[in-house]
């Protein structure tokens, strides 16, 4: 079915610190080699979706040095393709030039190139949530409803029922039609809800109305400016996603994802369809005599000398003999040298840490080195 993707770059929910000064979050790397983008756009390829747009709003540089022109995933084409969307001031927008003041601003904003496609359908989706979704099954059950809006939710976050701060949950009833919504701004619940992933089917046409209209009533959020205010006047139905998800909206939940990748069960699921990435020609991981690596991610052009347990090592991480490294993140091109002590620690890009040191954060709380940092 001809369908338009299109995925917002940032959330607004999202509080990673450092690790967001100097990019967007949907650049962010996550599983070694892969960035939070490449497996929101893997989605969309491997759900038959040819025609992408990516909306973005500051920090976007790093992304679009990723994604190029699309090569990757197969979006370079003459029709539909990769766009990646910048803001832009116009008088329309809020006093400060390029700030979208919800996704429906960002929408209103960027309308020109939504109607340039000839998609029937689009799906929106965010970079917050990350899954592995085949979108035809959605757009399949949204179109034998006969819905004008489908949002796809889930009970359960990989077992666990609690829900994550600031996403928005779905009163339905027994056939799944929405008939109310509200942001869950009271921190997690043990409450058995249904609770948005941040992905909606809409039939185009009916998207670029309700923007307008949205707009006219300045109603810049998309759950409540359009579907809680129209509710009782639209067919809203939800569709359950339950498979696995990983959650990215602060530093803690940045680590706790890459950490789930290092195990079997989490790995073999969310990686059962393809991720593309950017490829890079990278030399093989060195380890040297006398290394130790224990359940961990590492990727290419890494050179290991000492001891590395339960971390996610990204493309040209160098670690120095008698190193000790455990339960952390470290991002490419970063040196770790001799003697270093590092748990629950994120090295952002280009960090190098200099011999003897340690560094000891907590699961609920870890270290954060900014990129190009000298320790």
Same mark, same amino acid.
């Given at each position: 079915?001809?369908?338009?993707?299109?995925?917002?770059?940032?959330?607004?929910?999202?509080?990673?610190?450092? &690790?967001?000064?100097?990019?967007?979050?949907?650049?962010?790397?996550?599983?070694?080699?892969?960035?939070?983008?490449?497996?929101?756009?893997?989605?969309?390829?491997?759900?038959?979706?040819?025609?992408?747009?990516? %909306?973005?709003?500051?920090?976007?540089?790093? &992304?679009?040095?990723?994604?190029?022109?699309?090569?990757?995933?197969?979006?370079? $084409?003459?029709?539909?393709?990769?766009?990646?969307?910048?803001?832009?001031?116009?008088?329309? !927008?809020?006093?400060?030039?390029?700030?979208? $003041?919800?996704?429906?601003?960002?929408?209103?904003?960027? !309308?020109?190139?939504?109607?340039?496609?000839?998609?029937?359908?689009?799906?929106?989706?965010?970079?917050?949530?990350?899954?592995? !979704?085949? /979108?035809?099954?959605?757009?399949? @059950?949204?179109?034998?409803?006969?819905? +004008?809006?489908?949002?796809?939710?889930?009970?359960? !976050?990989?077992?666990?029922?609690?829900?994550?701060?600031?996403?928005?949950?779905? +009163?339905?009833?027994?056939?799944?039609?929405?008939?109310?919504? @509200?942001?869950?701004?009271?921190?997690?619940?043990?409450?058995?809800?249904?609770?948005?992933?941040?992905?909606?089917?809409?039939?185009?046409?009916?998207?670029?109305?309700?923007?307008?209209?949205?707009?006219?009533?300045?109603?810049?959020?998309?759950?409540?400016?359009?579907?809680?205010?129209?509710?009782?006047?639209?067919? %809203?139905?939800?569709?359950? #996603? $339950?498979? #696995?998800?990983?959650?990215?909206?602060?530093?803690?939940?940045?680590?706790?994802?890459?950490?789930?990748?290092? $195990?079997?069960?989490?790995?073999?699921? /969310? /990686?059962?369809?393809?991720? #593309?990435?950017?490829?890079?020609?990278?030399?093989?991981?060195?380890?040297?005599?006398?290394?130790?690596?224990?359940?961990?991610?590492?990727?290419?052009?890494?050179?290991?000398?000492?001891?590395?347990?339960?971390?996610?090592?990204?493309?040209?991480?160098? %670690?120095?003999?008698?190193?000790?490294?455990?339960?952390?993140?470290?991002?490419?091109?970063?040196?770790?040298?001799?003697?270093?002590?590092?748990?629950?620690?994120?090295?952002?890009?280009?960090?190098?840490?200099?011999?003897?040191?340690?560094?000891?954060?907590?699961?609920?709380?870890?270290?954060?080195?900014?990129?190009?940092? %000298?320790?």
């Amino acid at each position: 079915m001809n369908t338009l993707g299109i995925i917002f770059s940032y959330t607004k929910r999202e509080n990673l610190r450092e &690790l967001t000064k100097r990019r967007t979050l949907s650049s962010l790397p996550i599983g070694g080699k892969y960035r939070i983008i490449d497996i929101v756009l893997s989605n969309y390829v491997n759900s038959g979706v040819t025609d992408v747009s990516i %909306i973005t709003k500051n920090n976007y540089h790093s &992304l679009m040095d990723h994604v190029g022109a699309g090569k990757e995933w197969d979006l370079t $084409r003459k029709k539909g393709g990769l766009r990646v969307l910048t803001p832009y001031a116009s008088p329309e !927008m809020s006093v400060q030039s390029g700030v979208y $003041r919800g996704d429906v601003d960002a929408l209103a904003a960027n !309308m020109h190139s939504i109607r340039r496609s000839m998609a029937e359908y689009v799906v929106l989706s965010g970079s917050g949530t990350l899954y592995s !979704m085949d /979108f035809r099954d959605v757009i399949e @059950k949204h179109v034998e409803r006969g819905a +004008d809006i489908t949002a796809v939710y889930t009970r359960s !976050m990989n077992g666990s029922k609690l829900v994550p701060p600031g996403v928005v949950i779905m +009163d339905m009833d027994e056939g799944e039609r929405i008939w109310d919504l @509200k942001y869950n701004t009271n921190g997690t619940t043990e409450q058995n809800v249904a609770w948005g992933i941040g992905v909606v089917i809409i039939k185009k046409s009916l998207l670029e109305s309700l923007v307008a209209d949205a707009m006219s009533y300045q109603e810049y959020d998309f759950y409540e400016g359009i579907m809680k205010r129209l509710a009782k006047n639209l067919n %809203i139905q939800g569709y359950e #996603y $339950r498979g #696995y998800l990983l959650e990215i909206s602060s530093v803690t939940d940045y680590m706790n994802a890459n950490m789930a990748l290092l $195990r079997k069960e989490m790995s073999s699921r /969310f /990686f059962e369809s393809p991720i #593309y990435t950017k490829v890079k020609d990278s030399v093989p991981v060195q380890y040297c005599d006398g290394c130790q690596v224990k359940n961990s991610i590492i990727a290419d052009g890494c050179k290991i000398e000492g001891l590395v347990e339960n971390c996610v090592l990204s493309r040209g991480v160098r %670690i120095g003999r008698g190193a000790v490294i455990k339960n952390s993140i470290i991002m490419q091109n970063t040196e770790v040298l001799q003697n270093v002590v590092l748990d629950h620690v994120i090295l952002d890009k280009d960090v190098i840490v200099r011999e003897n040191r340690q560094l000891v954060g907590h699961e609920t709380y870890p270290v954060v080195v900014e990129k190009m940092s %000298i320790v």
